[in-house]
């Protein structure tokens, strides 16, 4: 399909979103006191997640890593706690890196370079083009998914946003819309429309401040802009985990730095294999991964939990210790821990949900 001219409405769309935000926008911390390094550690956590979500952690996360060297300074079981919950923990990590990195460097603070800021890691087109805009005002353009919806609705283009033409058009787009001087303000107007009013399933048309102007609104039909692809059957997989006692204490170990989730404490074990029983699961996971052998007491709880590309069911047994010294042969750490220690350890949050049944369980608290 060919693509839609934007010079008619760009005169007075950007004009009249920053207008618009100034008595519209969210409340949001971020947005309180507004620094590169602020606006780095926000965008970094808002990937893939809400901003309702991200507030209380943004929140703790500055007030325990207040500046670039804090964090680049921080132990990074530390930095994982903190962040604790929010998921997708590669960004975590990233941030820690890339503080790192700058320091190293000599930087005190976030660096108003672009292209330095792309070669940090986990930080995309998206991120610094944020950065850069938001918090040193530089005319760079964003893209998220609200972002993409608004320019779609309002010029009523159908394609699949994610072919290399429309990303294009999006990213030209959405440049070339920027006020002069005030790309901040711009930028963060763009994606408060989206996320408030020109939202996926059901916009508020009649309150939006292009509606006039909107050509998908005006064919009565802008929930069908732009095209939303097939969902995805996500795979299904069996898990099991192992709480083992030992006296009094527990056995916890930590994933590996490149594993998924690594980094992250968790109750011992894996992926239920091919005409594998539960139980076998457990013995065989616990043989390879810690060279031990347990009594398998009981069941304990069953957590069903979603990924974004597959979901699991994680199967956990009460298990006593009952031969071998415990290795780290396929994780990176292992401890031995009293109950109440294990809220200083972070976990996945499938874990968390565990350690809140443990609590109930053994009538201590685990976390």
Same mark, same amino acid.
């Given at each position: 399909?060919?693509?839609?001219?934007?010079?008619?409405?760009?005169?007075?769309?950007?004009?009249?979103?920053?207008?618009?935000?100034?008595?519209?926008?969210?409340?949001?911390?971020?947005?309180?006191?507004?620094?590169?390094?602020?606006?780095?550690?926000?965008?970094?956590?808002?990937?893939?997640?809400?901003?309702?979500?991200?507030?209380?952690?943004?929140?703790?996360?500055?007030?325990?890593?207040?500046?670039?060297?804090?964090?680049?300074?921080?132990?990074?079981?530390?930095?994982?706690?903190?962040?604790?919950?929010?998921?997708?923990?590669?960004?975590?990590?990233?941030?820690?890196?890339?503080?790192?990195?700058?320091?190293?460097?000599?930087?005190?603070?976030?660096?108003?370079?672009?292209?330095?800021?792309?070669?940090?890691?986990?930080?995309?087109?998206?991120?610094?083009?944020?950065?850069?805009?938001?918090?040193?005002?530089?005319?760079?353009?964003?893209?998220?998914?609200?972002?993409?919806?608004?320019?779609?609705?309002?010029?009523?283009?159908?394609?699949?946003?994610?072919?290399?033409?429309?990303?294009?058009?999006?990213?030209?787009?959405?440049?070339?819309?920027?006020?002069?001087?005030?790309?901040?303000?711009?930028?963060?107007?763009?994606?408060?429309?989206?996320?408030?009013?020109?939202?996926?399933?059901?916009?508020?048309?009649?309150?939006?401040?292009?509606?006039?102007?909107?050509?998908?609104?005006?064919?009565?039909?802008?929930?069908?802009? $732009?095209?939303?692809?097939?969902?995805?059957?996500?795979?299904?997989?069996?898990?099991?985990?192992?709480?083992?006692?030992?006296?009094?204490?527990?056995?916890?170990?930590?994933?590996?730095?490149?594993?998924?989730?690594?980094?992250?404490?968790?109750?011992?074990?894996?992926?239920?294999?091919?005409?594998?029983?539960?139980?076998?699961?457990?013995?065989?996971?616990?043989?390879?991964?810690?060279?031990?052998?347990?009594?398998?007491?009981?069941?304990?709880?069953?957590?069903?939990?979603?990924?974004?590309?597959?979901?699991?069911?994680?199967?956990?047994?009460?298990?006593?210790?009952?031969?071998?010294?415990?290795? $780290?042969?396929?994780?990176?750490?292992?401890?031995?821990?009293?109950?109440?220690?294990?809220?200083?350890?972070?976990?996945?949050?499938?874990?968390?949900?565990?350690?809140?049944?443990?609590?109930?369980?053994?009538?201590?608290? $685990?976390?």
């Amino acid at each position: 399909m060919a693509l839609p001219n934007i010079e008619s409405k760009r005169a007075w769309l950007g004009r009249r979103l920053v207008n618009w935000f100034r008595t519209h926008q969210r409340a949001l911390p971020w947005r309180r006191s507004r620094n590169p390094f602020r606006t780095w550690i926000a965008e970094m956590m808002l990937q893939q997640t809400r901003a309702a979500t991200v507030a209380p952690y943004f929140e703790r996360f500055v007030a325990q890593f207040p500046d670039l060297r804090a964090l680049a300074t921080a132990d990074v079981d530390d930095v994982l706690k903190a962040w604790e919950g929010l998921g997708y923990y590669r960004r975590a990590r990233s941030l820690k890196q890339g503080a790192e990195l700058l320091v190293a460097e000599g930087s005190a603070d976030i660096p108003p370079d672009y292209e330095r800021l792309r070669a940090l890691p986990g930080v995309g087109r998206y991120t610094a083009g944020a950065v850069m805009s938001l918090g040193f005002n530089r005319p760079y353009p964003i893209q998220d998914g609200n972002v993409r919806r608004v320019l779609c609705r309002v010029w009523a283009v159908g394609a699949d946003p994610r072919r290399p033409r429309m990303q294009r058009w999006l990213w030209a787009t959405a440049e070339a819309l920027i006020v002069a001087g005030k790309a901040a303000a711009f930028n963060e107007a763009l994606m408060e429309l989206g996320a408030t009013v020109c939202t996926d399933r059901k916009p508020r048309c009649a309150e939006c401040p292009l509606c006039d102007r909107c050509e998908a609104r005006r064919l009565g039909k802008p929930g069908a802009f $732009p095209k939303r692809p097939k969902p995805k059957v996500l795979p299904h997989i069996d898990v099991t985990a192992a709480i083992i006692r030992r006296g009094k204490r527990l056995l916890i170990s930590k994933r590996r730095a490149d594993a998924m989730l690594g980094g992250l404490w968790e109750f011992p074990g894996g992926k239920v294999e091919p005409g594998e029983s539960l139980e076998q699961c457990v013995h065989r996971e616990l043989r390879e991964e810690l060279g031990i052998e347990v009594r398998v007491e009981r069941p304990f709880v069953r957590v069903d939990h979603t990924y974004s590309h597959f979901r699991m069911t994680l199967h956990t047994f009460l298990c006593r210790h009952s031969r071998g010294r415990a290795r $780290p042969l396929g994780c990176a750490e292992l401890r031995w821990v009293d109950p109440a220690e294990l809220a200083s350890f972070a976990f996945p949050k499938a874990d968390r949900v565990v350690l809140q049944a443990l609590r109930e369980h053994l009538g201590s608290p $685990p976390g």
